[in-house]
């Protein structure tokens, strides 16, 4: 005769055998982490401070906290002294002139502008790649001497995109000599000439084109207000008309192309 085990029995079955997984599992992680650790040592890094007698220690830790802060700013150097700036507000513009809030989104506008300021400042980088970098690496020349050729190719963007009368407005600022060659300008003074210039610039062109799109909106508000329809807004109406109008002329097409030839 067969007898089915009670309640009681069944509960006391089922927690023997999931006490008897969990000492198994257990089992198999301490296992595993000792074997790994056996077979694959994990890397550590140290950190600290310690006294030295030369100078030469003194020097070298400098530079390794110099250069870690240049790292850290060299994002924000990057972006103020080449084209990024004017490419990113235009785009700026282009968006809230459409009237759409998220498209395209960020990110997008970002990455576009990124690329696009390779693109422009792709001759500039390859020189500062074959003049400085390059033979530095190769320790054909010092850190200061591969800093001033680096520098050299940025200038000459930056002088080529400045406007004469913001950089004698910062010349006058910083009360240094007048410069009589562009070699005499400092670069503390010539780079915030050339920031002021840029954002005049990338207003400009959103000035212009801010236009066709502030007359479409206009239309369509008047011709709603003739219409007696004022409770409907006039940007539901006129978002459309201005996606169709940047698609037939080819927008995007139009405006890359305007950025990228003005810088040259």
């Known amino acids: 005769m067969h007898f089915a085990p009670t309640a009681p029995s069944t509960v006391r079955l089922r927690r023997y055998a999931l006490?008897?997984?969990l000492i198994m599992a257990l089992l198999a992680i301490g296992t595993v982490a000792a074997h790994a650790q056996t077979a694959i040592p994990l890397p550590k890094m140290t950190f600290g401070l310690e006294q030295s007698n030369?100078?030469?220690d003194i020097a070298f830790s400098l530079q390794i906290m110099i250069l870690m802060t240049v790292l850290a700013?060299?994002?924000?150097?990057?972006?103020m002294m080449t084209a990024f700036t004017r490419i990113v507000i235009v785009?700026?513009?282009?968006?809230q002139a459409i009237g759409a809030q998220q498209a395209p989104p960020n990110q997008v506008l970002v990455g576009l502008a990124m690329f696009l300021t390779?693109?422009?400042?792709a001759p500039t980088f390859k020189q500062v790649n074959d003049d400085a970098?390059?033979?530095?690496l190769a320790n054909r020349i010092k850190q200061d001497v591969a800093i001033e050729r680096a520098l050299a190719p940025l200038r000459t963007f930056m002088f080529h995109q400045t406007r004469q009368k913001d950089l004698a407005l910062y010349v006058h600022l910083s009360k240094v000599d007048r410069p009589r060659r562009p070699a005499d300008v400092p670069t503390h003074v010539l780079i915030p000439a050339f920031i002021t210039s840029e954002l005049k610039t990338a207003f400009t062109i959103g000035f212009i084109v801010y236009l066709p799109f502030l007359i479409i909106d206009m239309v369509i508000s008047s011709t709603l207000m003739s219409m007696g329809m004022m409770m409907l807004p006039p940007t539901v109406i006129s978002l459309p008309f201005k996606l169709i109008l940047f698609v037939l002329v080819d927008g995007w097409h139009l405006l890359t192309r305007g950025l990228v030839t003005s810088f040259g």
């Open 133 to 136: 970098l390059q033979p530095f």
């Open 118 to 121: 390779m693109f422009v400042m």
């Open 54 to 56: 030369k100078p030469q």
């Open 91 to 95: 785009l700026g513009f282009v968006r």
């Open 19 to 21: 006490y008897s997984l």
């Open 73 to 79: 700013l060299a994002p924000t150097i990057l972006v």
